[in-house]
């Protein structure tokens, strides 16, 4: 019956932005759950497509792009490299921790062992997506902040101090992410992953690890 196709079935989570992911599955995995366009890359073949590198530019910046690769060493290749193509402030990032396991349709782990995106569960993912600023299709968005600054990392001893390093080691693994982030790239994490008083109670705890 017209108009009865979705009864029974759990709203989605409907943004405005494009989302990228990196495989035919992290897409499908998606479009269960999300209401937005959802482009892949095809793995590492996005380096070398330059149709597709010409459209998600013209996708960004009609209106915007989330990118959400998986946590692995791969993924952030891929969203380095995306960000140094794409506008830069038409670009939001989405993360998800580094979680152990396998995929049920793999036989094998990855190589570093951890879930992608298509392996973590729908709450992470809508949860992600929205802790990115996505600008979700009522109007609103993540509420903005003064947010976490590079002065606040060298204040609280996690760059330019003796001991830096072994600080954000040790934030990285409070909030599972990948031990090799930059300093820059674990600044952007926090911010979209917490809020400013959430980073502070976070860096008085790993003052007393």
Same mark, same amino acid.
């Given at each position: ?91 939001? *990032?989405?993360?998800?921790?580094? @979680?152990?396991? $396998? ?6 782990? %990855?190589?570093?062992? &951890? !879930? ?48 830096? *390093?072994?600080?954000?080691?040790? @934030?990285?693994? $409070? ?6 982030? %930059?300093?820059?790239? &674990? !600044? ?22």
């Amino acid at each position: 019956m017209p108009g009865s196709r979705r009864t029974g079935m759990k709203a989605m989570l409907r943004i405005k932005e494009a989302v990228i992911v990196e495989g035919r599955y992290d897409k499908i995995k998606l479009k269960r759950i999300v209401d937005a366009r959802v482009f892949e890359t095809g793995g590492f073949g996005v380096f070398n497509q330059k149709e597709l590198k010409s459209l998600l530019c013209r996708v960004a910046e009609k209106s915007g792009i989330i990118i959400f690769t998986d946590s692995d060493a791969a993924g952030f290749m891929i969203r380095n490299h995306l960000k140094g193509i794409l506008p830069k402030d038409m670009v939001k *990032h989405a993360y998800i921790p580094q @979680l152990q396991g $396998r995929e049920k349709r793999k036989k094998a782990a %990855s190589k570093e062992g &951890l !879930l992608g995106v298509e392996g973590i569960s729908d709450e992470v993912i809508i949860n992600a997506l929205i802790r990115s600023g996505a600008t979700l299709m009522d109007g609103t968005t993540k509420p903005d902040y003064a947010g976490i600054t590079k002065l606040d990392f060298y204040n609280d001893g996690l760059s330019g101090k003796p001991g830096s *390093h072994k600080a954000r080691q040790r @934030l990285l693994a $409070r909030l599972c992410l990948p031990g090799y982030m %930059s300093s820059n790239a &674990l !600044l952007e994490a926090v911010n979209i992953l917490l809020s400013y008083d959430e980073y502070k109670s976070l860096v008085r705890d790993i003052c007393h690890d």
